[in-house]
């Protein structure tokens, strides 16, 4: 099993939805809106680092509203 977290800056206005539209993507253990650099923090939990690659670089990038993200693959 491969842990990530997705950081995710948002459009202005746009979390709540984008939130929503994250936690819909298979292999999205859950997403909450945070305060600070970025928007909102996805966390992520699949079977290969292959996966996460296509959750971060073109599920969530794909959805309209999404301005970055960074990924983080936790390492224990």
């Not at 202005?12 to 999205?28: C, K, P, Q, W």
């Amino acid at each position: 099993m491969v842990t990530a977290y997705v950081m995710i800056k948002a459009n202005t206005g746009e979390a709540d939805r984008l939130r929503d539209d994250i936690e819909s993507i298979e292999g999205v253990e859950h997403a909450r809106i945070v305060a600070g650099d970025v928007d909102i923090i996805a966390k992520v939990a699949v079977g290969t680092p292959a996966e996460v690659k296509d959750i971060a670089a073109t599920a969530i990038q794909d959805i309209d509203g999404v301005e970055d993200t960074q990924t983080y693959i936790a390492m224990d």
